[in-house]
């Protein structure tokens, strides 16, 4: 949705009553053209990992894009003019960043959520801007979801849309590869705080490349001041990351919205299991990883994960937030 088409939407200010703060806040900082005032956060950073030749990207995540056609199911129509409201000026940050990219000769590495739910519109705009440019894609957990917040997200959930959803973008979804002037960018899926063993097969194929490896997914991994940091932020509510300890998820906050055993709450949600956390403890002592970017949390944070490899998590791309990345 264009700025004009969103104000149009909204009835100007009469309705900023139901928009989130985000969007009232912009709403009131409008230019006289009627856009609002947006500046990107992009914030420079330099990673040593062994490139050939120097290159640059640009990394953001968590686009939530929420179009929808007017032939989709009321219900559709419905969740994403709800779910708008939460990402009101999501396209045009989208149209900055990669306007950014395009002036900057920069490749585009995006963590994933650039949909907000699936919708034909939504898979219809992706197709269409992963194809300008140069892309490498690791999805997220609502780059599959047909409703948010509908149901247990698993592997059977995600293959309701599957194909149709990998149609629409560059590479595969569940596990990629690709070597840029000798780094090897592994992406892989796991938006539902897990990976599979063959995810984990193929990441110790990759391995034995003998090349330096940039991880590229949506969800970070535990590292513990980060989770320490979320848990303070939340009231112990949820660390949103992968591999959290399971002595920290049973000891979440309960949500009291739902019966303890739920599928809403996040102890069951991000409990880890023991696949994943065999490939984490695995994946920590591979020299060959030199850094993970990953998105997500929606906030900025760096923390080392392994002797030889930073993770790096990247703000809300709904609100600027980037990084431009220089690999030496």
């Not at 409008?30 to 640009?58: E, M, S, W, Y």
């Not at 969800?219 to 320490?228: A, G, L, N, R, S």
């Not at 309960?254 to 069951?268: E, G, S, T």
Request: hydrophobic share 40%; aromatic share 12%; with cysteine.
């Amino acid at each position: 949705m264009k700025r004009s088409e969103f104000l149009k939407l909204c009835g100007g200010f009469a309705l900023a009553a139901t928009l989130s703060k985000s969007a009232v806040a912009a709403l009131q900082n409008l230019k006289d053209d009627g856009v609002p005032d947006l500046k990107l956060d992009i914030r420079p950073l330099k990673l040593n990992v062994g490139a050939t030749k120097p290159f640059k990207a640009l990394h953001f995540s968590d686009t939530h894009f929420t179009r929808v056609f007017d032939h989709e199911s009321e219900r559709k129509r419905k969740l994403a003019a709800a779910r708008q409201r939460s990402f009101p000026w999501a396209e045009h940050y989208f149209d900055m960043q990669m306007d950014y990219a395009q002036q900057h000769n920069l490749m585009i590495i995006h963590t994933g959520d650039m949909n907000d739910l699936i919708t034909e519109a939504n898979l219809k705009h992706v197709a269409e801007q992963t194809r300008v440019g140069d892309w490498i894609f690791a999805p997220g957990n609502h780059d599959f979801s047909l409703f948010v917040g509908e149901a247990w997200e698993d592997e059977a959930y995600k293959a309701q849309s599957y194909d149709k959803v990998q149609a629409a973008f560059p590479n595969d979804l569940t596990f990629a590869s690709r070597v840029i002037n000798g780094v090897n960018f592994v992406s892989l899926m796991n938006g539902y705080y897990y990976v599979t063993e063959y995810q984990a097969e193929r990441m110790k194929e990759e391995v034995k490349r003998g090349l330096p490896i940039v991880l590229l997914c949506h969800v970070p991994f535990y590292t513990p001041k980060h989770c320490e940091w979320v848990l303070k932020s939340n009231n112990n509510y949820a660390t949103a990351v992968m591999g959290t300890p399971r002595e920290i998820t049973e000891n979440f906050r309960p949500n009291p919205n739902y019966p303890i055993d739920h599928w809403k709450q996040c102890r069951l949600q991000m409990r880890t299991n023991d696949t994943t956390m065999a490939f984490i403890e695995w994946l920590k002592q591979q020299p060959a990883l030199k850094a993970i970017l990953c998105g997500h949390n929606h906030h900025f944070y760096e923390e080392q994960f392994s002797p030889t490899a930073v993770q790096y998590i990247v703000g809300a791309g709904y609100k600027g937030a980037a990084y431009e990345v220089e690999f030496v």
